[in-house]
């Protein structure tokens, strides 16, 4: 039962490289997620997904981009790494809502991806 | 903007100590979590708490929501050395766990 699946686990840029941070769930969930964790911040919410060619940004969106062309896969892409952008990453996917109460907030994270831009 | 404020950022106690952990907001949430984090992974959901004043109890944890939904806290009886980790509590609004709220995180350390 593989969950979350995050890759890499660890990466270093140089400042102005690009890459991607793959992010896949198995679960046929709905809602996808990325988050970054900083020292002291939890986690604040970068871009999510309530479905297959839906996304939306959230609160840390610059520099970051998604797309959402499968419901098991959602990439976040650096386009031009910074410093700034140093921190560990974490993919995040839910069901939209329980068929038995209508609701449901849990989200399951990845392992994360630590990030290091020098 | 830090929209949940956790308290203490920080806690080292003996084994056997009584613990709380706050979390607070000028903003109403329709359900908030607390989730533990352990070194090198991601968070994992430890209770959902949805109604105003309602209280969940886990084994040796005891949560409870605001009756105005606005905080929460996450007390913890007789800590052991594997209640070690990071919690974090997160607000959801709506109905939905892709747009959660984080606080900053409470990291606790329970010495034997």
């Known amino acids: 039962n593989a969950g979350v699946t995050q890759t890499p686990k660890f990466q270093v840029l140089k400042t102005g490289q690009s890459m991607t941070l793959q992010c896949a769930q198995d679960?046929?969930?709905?809602?996808m997620s990325w988050y970054r964790q900083d020292p002291g911040m939890g986690l604040r919410l970068i871009h999510y997904s309530v479905g297959a060619g839906i996304t939306d940004q959230g609160e840390v969106p610059n520099g970051y981009n998604v797309s959402r062309s499968t419901t098991e896969d959602f990439p976040l892409r650096l386009l031009s790494a910074a410093p700034s952008q140093t921190s560990v990453y974490f993919c995040?996917?839910?069901?939209?809502?329980?068929?038995?109460?209508?609701?449901?907030?849990?989200?399951?994270f990845g392992q994360g991806t630590r990030l290091t831009v020098v | 903007t830090q929209l949940l404020e956790q308290s203490p950022q920080f806690l080292s106690i003996q084994e056997g100590e009584n613990l709380t952990v706050y979390c607070n907001s000028s903003?109403?949430?329709?359900?908030l979590q607390w989730y533990r984090q352990e070194p090198g992974e991601g968070p994992v959901l430890l209770v959902t708490v949805v109604t105003g004043g309602e209280v969940k109890k886990l084994k040796r944890l005891t949560f409870q929501f605001g009756d105005a939904r606005k905080d929460s806290s996450l007390h913890i009886t007789a800590a052991q050395p594997g209640d070690t980790g990071l919690y974090l509590c997160?607000?959801?609004?709506?109905?939905?766990?892709?747009?959660?709220?984080f606080g900053g995180g409470t990291r606790l350390m329970v010495k034997p």
């Open positions: 679960m046929n969930h709905e809602y």
């Open positions: 997160a607000g959801a609004r709506g109905n939905a766990g892709n747009m959660l709220t």
């Open positions: 903003s109403v949430f329709s359900s």
């Open positions: 995040a996917s839910s069901y939209s809502k329980l068929p038995t109460t209508g609701r449901n907030t849990e989200a399951f």
